[in-house]
Nanobody, 129 residues
Framework: QEQLKESGGGSVQAGQSLKLSCTTSKYIFDRCDMGWYRQFPGKERTMLSTITSAGVVQYSDSVKDRFTISKDGTKNTLHLQMNNLKQEDTALYVC???????????????????????WGPGTQVTVPS
């Protein structure tokens, strides 16, 4: 029942490149904001890059000159092109989506729009010294 599935991780030498992919459903791809995060053991996830359903992109300062986020509408796939990888980039890379559920009525009450978060299981990226 995974809504997001990452692929493309692996072990590469410092200075080399890697391209990650995150395959999702058409619903999430078209309607939700998406992004890439990374996580070290025992640490909280940190944002690397996000892209809205309208195509607005944001990068963390730590990767803005080396990483590029993009979306492939023919495959419902989010990509992260990572160039000039460094040892400190070693982490679990996780794909995420934030969707706004539409309002609905229940028991005579209007349930307002609310955010729904989705997280992939992650893909490992290792850059040895």
């Amino acid at each position: 029942q995974e809504q997001l599935k990452e692929s493309g991780g692996g072990s590469v030498q410092a200075g080399q490149s890697l391209k990650l992919s995150c395959t999702t459903s058409k619903y999430i791809f078209d309607r939700c904001d998406m992004g890439w995060y990374r996580q070290f053991p025992g640490k909280e996830r940190t944002m690397l890059s996000t892209i809205t359903s309208a195509g607005v992109v944001q990068y963390s300062d730590s990767v803005k000159d080396r990483f590029t986020i993009s979306k492939d509408g023919t495959k419902n796939t989010l990509h992260l092109q990572m160039n000039n990888l460094k040892q400190e980039d070693t982490a679990l890379y996780v794909c995420a989506a934030v969707c706004v559920a539409p309002p609905y009525h229940q028991g005579g009450h209007l349930i307002p729009p609310r955010r729904v978060n989705y997280w992939g299981p992650g893909t490992q990226v290792t850059v040895p010294s």
